[in-house]
């Protein structure tokens, strides 16, 4: 079973930036993908940025150039700098993983991101 822990959202004025991470409780590279969604309040969840084995990273477009996803393979986390915050951005964010074993997705708890003056 794939255990995630989410960090690092919270309050923060329009421009600024947050840093969230996403631990496993695995290896990341038993993992095809690893990313986070997002599920703005009254809204359907969303794809924010994606990560694979191998290749680039995809990206939403509402957050292209603003944000940046990244990985540190010894601590088994996964990172997404958010930057230039907009009030849009405001959601609750959830990681993921696609395991290789079986591609089942697991997901960590979500963490609240406001984005407000």
């Known amino acids: 079973q794939v255990h995630l822990v989410e960090s690092g959202g919270g309050l923060v004025q329009p421009g600024g930036s947050l840093r969230l991470s996403c631990a496993a409780n695995d290896s990341i590279f038993r993992f095809n993908n690893m990313g986070w969604y997002r599920q703005p309040p009254g809204q359907q969840r969303e794809l924010v940025a994606r990560m694979p084995r191998t290749g680039s990273s995809i990206y939403a477009d509402s957050v292209k150039g603003r944000f940046v996803i990244s990985r540190d393979n010894d601590k088994n986390t996964a990172y997404l700098q958010m930057n230039s915050l907009k009030p849009e951005d405001t959601a609750v964010y959830y990681c993921?993983?696609?395991?290789?074993?079986?591609?089942?997705?697991?997901w960590g708890q979500g963490t609240q991101v406001t984005v407000s003056s």
């Open positions: 993921y993983v696609e395991r290789v074993v079986d591609r089942g997705y697991y």
